[in-house]
């Protein structure tokens, strides 16, 4: 375990004040006792005004049915897949209260809750609550790549990748990142960005003010946001395709041979399509429909303000 107190970005100022420099034993202590001293004092017992972070590493056993379920509610969360049988779980506590040792108490009192129940292994970050003191735990755990992944998350990115099984992700405030899964994708994000790579299987995005970047998919696609562009480029269409925004540009690349059936519809905005489609008909209402190679699989894309355009 590994304890750093106060602020970081303060220790190295504040070490020069405590150190005879080149203006001699007297000066230092002037600055010590003075300038430092009276900050201290002036600081002294405001809330939040002392910060302390504490370094954790704990080994768990593989989780209960190879499913985890993870709460954090304030804290970054990453989960890699590895080849291993147990979990590593790496801790960063932060604390702030009213002195250094406060803050460290409270450090201390942060805590991840284990449970096992129906669903497999559930993880719960537990802060003490006090008007005058606040936490929150910056979370990295390293699972086996079989895991299946559940993560509920506020007030702190979410990464996730290396992982053979699906993945689950409800955040608010927070941006997401999915990285080279293979397997069901479904995330639920409010005020936030999401960001997909090289998922294979069916992927389920869904935020509200926030832009949607799917990179390098193989598998279906349903992706909507109410304020914000989505951009999306598919390796490999394994189900339909679903795109949808409110106040925002859409831009799907397909592959060069695709079997499709094309419906695009913009209310307010344009439609720019590079690709050459059969049986094609254009509506002055803003609707643009055809078929790509022998048509088959569906792809609808639909904006109210913006431009539409397939690649």
């Known amino acids: 375990m590994k304890s750093r107190t106060g602020d970081p970005g303060c220790m190295g100022h ?3 004040l405590d150190h ?3 203006c001699g034993e007297g000066c230092a202590h002037r600055a010590g006792r003075g300038f430092g001293g009276f900050l201290r004092s002036l600081l002294a017992g405001i809330p939040w ?6 370094l954790e590493t704990m080994t768990l056993p593989a989780p209960r049915l190879g499913a985890l379920r993870l709460d954090n509610a304030n804290g970054m969360t990453r989960i890699l897949g590895e080849e291993r049988s147990d979990v590593e779980v790496r801790m960063q506590k932060v604390a702030r209260a009213e002195s250094i040792t406060a803050a460290e108490s409270m450090a201390r009192d942060i805590r991840l809750a284990r449970s096992d129940t129906d669903f497999g292994t559930e993880l719960e ?3 003490p609550r006090r008007w005058n003191r606040r936490g929150h735990i910056n979370l990295e755990l390293r699972v086996p790549h079989g895991t299946r992944i559940d993560v509920n998350a506020s007030n702190g990115k979410v990464c996730i990748a290396g992982l053979q099984r699906s993945v689950r992700v409800r955040s ?8 080279d899964v293979t397997g069901d994708v479904e995330i639920h994000a409010s005020n936030a960005k999401v960001l997909c790579s090289g998922v294979v299987g069916k992927l389920l995005a869904r935020t ?6 799917i990179e390098r998919h193989r598998g279906a696609l349903d992706a909507s946001s109410s304020n914000g562009l989505i951009q999306a480029t598919i390796d490999e269409l394994g189900g339909g395709v679903v795109l949808a925004t409110s106040n925002g540009r ?3 690349s397909l592959p060069d041979d695709v079997d499709a059936d094309v419906d695009l519809r913009v209310d307010n905005g344009v439609i720019r399509n590079q690709r050459s489609l059969g049986h094609c008909t254009r509506s002055s209402s803003g609707r643009l429909t055809g078929t790509l190679g022998r048509g ?3 792809i609808k894309i639909r904006t109210s303000n913006g431009s539409i355009s397939l690649r």
């Open 14 to 16: 504040a070490a020069s």
């Open 20 to 22: 005879d420099g080149p």
């Open 49 to 54: 005004s002392e910060r302390v972070e504490v």
């Open 125 to 127: 970050v537990e802060v």
């Open 172 to 179: 608010s405030n927070v941006a997401v990142r999915v990285e």
């Open 208 to 213: 509200s003010n926030g832009k949607i970047e």
């Open 250 to 252: 859409i831009a799907l």
């Open 296 to 298: 088959g699989t569906s």
